[in-house]
């Protein structure tokens, strides 16, 4: 039975107090309302001592909260006094190394990642992972300067010539691509996709006879991806071996059953074949997949390629 009567318990709510700032703003974060989260640990950090335990809890969720509200000068501050109170996590490193990249600060992106990954900073291990990295963001005006100071540095250490030889062709240097490639496959003749992308590199020369062992040997190693099942299929249809094409761009659209290239190559060749009626049903089947026009910001190097296939497995 309720002790209190109705009046009392109104009075009691009228008068609660309101919720801390920090309070206020895990409740913001927790409903993806970021800069106002921020705005609320901004105040609740204030009544803190600096190099407390709390205020390092504050300033961990102030960095985060930045960050994924792209404000990224704002996001480094809080996220390096995170770190310089103790909280060393791989995360808080993660995300002081995106945000440095997006702010154009590729020292302290590559420090943030050699913590993260436990590598010395000056080595040529960082270079390569900070490369990857800036790769992912779309930062390869950076990840070029980052994986020639690596190879400057250790000229075998695996994927720097493979990641060199993708950003070449992005740059449509495609002598520069082949050399890294090639190189690549000296030092790792097991990598599929080191393959797959000579054959691309090749196949932008319309090198068909140089563009499709490689890609053979793509998917010897790595029959997974359709990628190179894509490229071959291009390949085939332009040397006029229609049926092989069709085998390979069958075997891709299994593996990736909404790739408009797939179905649109796939269609020429039904019709080469006399298929007439199937090719064009595939070929309207491909303006249905087709992706939304997006916007295309162009960068130094010229807009990426689309992509042809699903990403493969991990590890090839």
């Known amino acids: 039975m309720n002790i209190f009567p109705s009046w009392l318990l109104l009075f009691m709510q009228a008068v609660a107090p309101a919720p801390v700032p920090f309070d206020s703003g895990r409740s913001l974060f927790q409903q993806h309302n970021y800069l106002k989260a921020a705005e609320a640990f ?17 300033a961990f969720w102030l960095g985060q909260s930045y960050f994924l509200a792209s404000r990224n000068a704002e996001a480094i501050v809080w996220l390096e006094k995170a770190i310089a109170g103790g909280i060393r996590t791989p995360e808080v490193e993660y995300m002081l190394g995106s945000a440095s990249v997006q702010n154009r600060d590729p020292d302290k992106a590559r420090h943030a990642f050699a913590a993260m990954f436990n590598l010395d900073p000056e080595s040529a291990s960082a270079h390569l992972i900070t490369a990857q990295m800036m790769i992912r963001q779309e930062f390869e005006e950076f990840a070029y300067t980052e994986l020639e100071r690596s190879i400057a540095l250790n000229p075998r250490l695996p994927e720097a010539h493979y990641l060199l030889g993708i950003i070449s062709t992005f740059r449509n240097d495609i002598d520069r691509a082949i050399r890294e490639l090639e190189t690549e496959i000296a030092l790792n003749p097991n990598f599929a996709m080191a393959y797959y992308k000579l054959g691309d590199a090749y196949s932008r020369r319309e090198q068909w006879d140089l563009a499709i062992p490689a890609l053979q040997k793509s998917v010897w ?21 229609y049926k092989n094409a069709e085998g390979v761009l069958r075997r891709a659209i299994q593996m990736d059953p909404k790739n408009y290239s797939a179905h649109y190559l796939l269609g ?7 298929r007439t009626e199937e090719g064009k049903k595939m070929l309207e089947e491909s303006q249905h997949l087709r992706p939304a026009p997006e916007d295309k910001r162009p960068t130094p190097e010229g807009n990426r390629p689309a992509p042809e296939g699903k990403q493969p497995p991990e590890g090839k």
């Not at 901004?42 to 504050?58: D, L, M, N």
């Open 42 to 58: 901004e105040t609740a950090v204030k009544a803190e001592e600096p190099g407390s335990k709390h205020y390092t809890e504050i």
């Open 221 to 241: 190693l790595n029959p997974a991806y359709s990628g190179p099942y894509i490229l071959l299929g291009k390949g085939y249809l332009q040397r006029e071996e």
């Open 268 to 274: 020429r060749v039904l019709i080469k074949l006399g």
